[in-house]
């Protein structure tokens, strides 16, 4: 049994439909935001294996004693693009988000997601981010923020590569954010207490990390990790 | 139509029918009670019950969690707790809709006419009987507002559930978090579907429930 | 121990019930007082839907409350009926469903009325299949009736049931409100305005004046006292026992026989040696001191001033006795000077044999 | 054009109101009739709160209602004053707002009534500051006749406003409206059960059976006509135009004159020479061939016999003539033959002069 | 408490007031004509307001997100489109409690004895008068419940304020937002705080209002 951040949730069926194929295991899914699986987790959430979006809250729950210690690795990182579906656009990003008639410009909460935290990061070092002020709208989560600009109802702003499917990649203008802008955007796993004992959630843990996984993973539009 | 979606349909369905059925069971001798005491306790009692709507669901269900969990107030009398059960997610949205229901049937319950019930009570019907027998369906208005409320209410409900049910496929995914996840994957044709789907089955619900309604209204 | 005992105390801005009496167990005990004297509130007291107040209710040896000893019956175990001043039908039911709500809450043994019969006696046996509120008032009073009837009573507490109808109907009713408490023995308190009403259906009269029990007695008694506000009213007149002598088929007349002489009365269906209340209003009895001559005027019966009573604008009340029972005259002061009236005059009391009402 | 003109037709299962017929448009008319017979009904139509029936209606030369011609004018324009048969009292509003709901709507210029004297009249000046719950069923019913007669109308119409009230109290209320329809030439409409309290305050008397109007006209020709159903009544009886001639100080007695005769009554606030309306009842009359010796009964009066009319149980209706004024007598089968009344037979009317009823 | 906390506050109040206000001034008509009329399209329309409720919140929010987009059918006809403006809040927020303020007035409304309107259009009282001398009057419990629960449920709405507000501080941020986000980001002690004190501002409210609401009734 499973528990994903949202936005892992499509790459994650994909692995889990090979996984099933190859062992003759059986994975179950449940999505939430990862603030959500944290608390649950903390309160008997009946999970094997956390995906989490971020760093910080598997590491809390391997201090915790929840999780099993030592099982804690990067199955991907985030990689930040701008979008602007609407913009035939040619030239430099700092033009584009700097232009007058822009009206509303779409991040992920910073507070709460980390694909905000790293827009954040971006505009800043961009030298924006107090220009931007009054424009920016945010979604709770970087799915959010992408049907911000999906719906037409903020022109442009910072999405996660992999929710870009090939249809949205080749509307609009994209700009794939350098990685010296941002920290990186490691999502970690890691196997939980519950898990520990579980034969099926061991042989997916290591499923994961083997290579035709983090091909898969790489493919969908995630960095990896290179340590 | 994913067999995920249509489980979390089939599991929409019976927590929406045990949460109304819960609450009509509740609600009516609480609002009863409010409607018939003079204790001073009513007025708060009145607030209390209004007051988890104004918590945004998703932090009713954190707090939800917390009581429900194998070591929470509530979760600790059993021996797993109660939170990620079917058990658990019709508590939550009990608590969440019990203002939808106690609130319509009160006002129901308050609009008799006191000399039906002492004639009544002339006429050898006992407390219970005359519950039944008159105040009951004086205010079938008020329970079918009830039901209908809460009913709909608990469909579309999503916070508290997300947070409390863990989203399980089979046991407590429901349908507004399938449909909710279809748009956060952009598989938008499936969530029109979804959608569409649910709305034209609601709006056929309601359709019959209120012409029943209204013919018996009209004799 | 027959009788109903009773006392209450109940406060309210501006009026205080606090009434107190021992009202007969059977028959029919009229209550009769001014808008707002609290014949309405006794009821419901009796019926115990004013838990508020003090009180203490035997009704024939039972005893229904008991505020000292925290005794409490509630309404739903009196066995009573209670005909509202308000019809109050139950809106969301059929006619039938109204009629038949006590009567299914009844145990079987004690079931007596029957639907058919009393649709019959209300004339409402084609009204079955409304709802309340497609009905005129009368009719909703009708029904009301009925209910309370239907409930197979052990006491019925009726508030001003016969209101909303025409004298036909009310005629049609009554004899049959007789017979219930004759038959069935079922005491019953009934509360009119109607002085006339009053007289043809009750035994017992109670004055309720500002929430108190002015006076009660036996209907002659109280009817025969001159002293008591009723004497004033238009309809005032004395009530005498008596018992049927004969019927003369011929001119469809009934003889009558009383202490103090015979009455004719219009054919009555009752048979010889039969008792019968009958009525005789003080206005019409005129006073003669010598037989009078051939008039249509069929009763003259002789009889001796006892007591006269001015009531203002040269009216006076003459009670009158005639062999021991007592009669009223109600007649001008011009009348009095002229026939030099006195405490023991004898004189010829004329009554129009027609204005008897039974 | 003065009247009231109306022709209604409104279908409901089981009943049908047809109902035609040109009323006074001034003055008292009562209607009566048994329950169910549609006094209600028709009454509503009147006030427009029927919107479902065909109808016309004319009231005094302005037209309210012509559903042939699509004109309705809505009930809060048509300056009514409707006592309804259940008080319909608003509840939320105290006694004082309730009386003053349509004082307030009227335009400054039409308000006539007044607040303090209408209290006074039906005696509500105590519960001004009451909730209509906390009245008695008699409070209720003054309380909605006063907010009726404070809301300025043109048109009174009133279903049984006096049904829950006693009868010292209609007494002081009866003379008020009958000075209303005199003075502020307000018509109305009357609907009543009592012949008794229509005898008393009626102008016009419409009978209603089935839905229709049966018969209409002045009360006194209705009254003397001795086929129509009233006549059965036990409060039947003629109706006489009089004039005040003097009074006897001494023993508090009017002298009234009429066509046949003299009549002498219990004495009356009147001045000489104005006309007054009496009722003699068909039951206080009695018939003598001679002049009869002393007695209490004041007024003879001689006339002759015009038609009879058997009524059955041994009664029958004498209709007489009293020097062109129709007097009605109800004497027994026995009389009649002892006496041996025919068709023009001449006899002294005996009547007593307390009955007369004003 | 947080300056941005703060400012959410007075935009939850101010949305919550200006919703519950403008779904009063909606609801209130939409509800009487529906007592009144006798067109075939009542039970549909009855059954179409209390439709938004069956969707999940964030569902409903992503099409009124589209509806609401500068090139949507609501936003077209507007400049800047209504989508992240508290314009846009405030009609999310209406048609999401929309059926919680109307079906209170209509139990309301049909629960009053017709005679009283009777006899008020005997006394003068034009129609517009009826209504605001006898049905409103006669219906406060039902504007009682139909304001409470349409105020609390704005109060604790989330799902779609989030999806169309954008989480604008001062503008379109409201106090769920906020107390989410702290619980999200795992600041418990804050969001404890923060729904400690909506929780407790909320009792007063309600408790004082229905306090209120008792002593009318018990005249
Ligand atoms: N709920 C109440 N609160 C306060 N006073 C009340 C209440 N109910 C009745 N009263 C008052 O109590 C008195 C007695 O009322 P009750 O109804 O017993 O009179 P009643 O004799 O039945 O009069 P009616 O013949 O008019 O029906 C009246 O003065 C009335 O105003
Ligand atoms: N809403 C209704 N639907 C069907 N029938 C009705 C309705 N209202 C009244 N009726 C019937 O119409 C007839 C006339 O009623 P209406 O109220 O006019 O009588 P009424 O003369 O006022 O009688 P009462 O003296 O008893 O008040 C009655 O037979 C009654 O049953
Ligand atoms: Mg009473
Ligand atoms: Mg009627």
Redesign the pocket.
Known sequence: HVATASNFRQPLQLLARSFEAESGHKVRISTASTGKLYAQIRHGAPYHLFLAADQKRPERLEQEGLAVPGSRFTYAVGQLTLWAPQHPFQGEPKALLSQAGLQRFAIANPKTAPYGMAAQQTLKAMGLWKQLQGRLVQGENIAQTLQFIASGAAEMGFVARSQLSEETRSKGYHWMVPQTLYNPIRQDAILLRRGADNPAARAFHAFLQADSARALISTLGYGLDNH | MESADISALWVTLRLALTTSLILLLLGTPLAWWLVQTRSRLKTAVEALVALPLVLPPTVLGFYLLIALAPDGIIGGMTTHGLAFSFTGLVIGSALYSLPFVVQPLQNAFCSINPLNLEAASTLRASPLDRFFSIVLPLSRPGFITAATLGFAHTVGEFGVVLMIGGNIPGETQVLSIAIYDHVEALEYAQAHWLSGGLLLFSFIILFLVYRQNNRWSHP | MSGIEFSFELE????Q?NAKARLPGMGITA?F????????????CIAGLERAGMGRLTVNGECWQDSAKGLFIPPHQRALGYVF?EAALFPHLRVRANLEYGWRRTPKAERKGNLNHICDILGIGGLLQRYPQQLSGGERQRIALGRALLNNPRLLLM??PMAALDRPRKAEIMPYLERLHTEADIPILY?T?DLEELARIADHLAL?EK?RILKQGPLAEMFANIDLPIARDEDAGAIIKTQVTGHDDGYHLTHLHFCGGEILVSRIERAVGEPLNIRIHARDVSLALQPPGESSILNVVQAVVTEMLEQGAGRIMVRLDAGGTPLLARITHKSQSRLGLERGTPVYAQIKSVAVSI
């Open positions: 309210r801005d501006g009026f019930l209550l007082g001014a808008s707002g004297s609290g014949k309405t509130s006794l009821l419901r001043q508030d001003e509360v305005h309720v929430g």
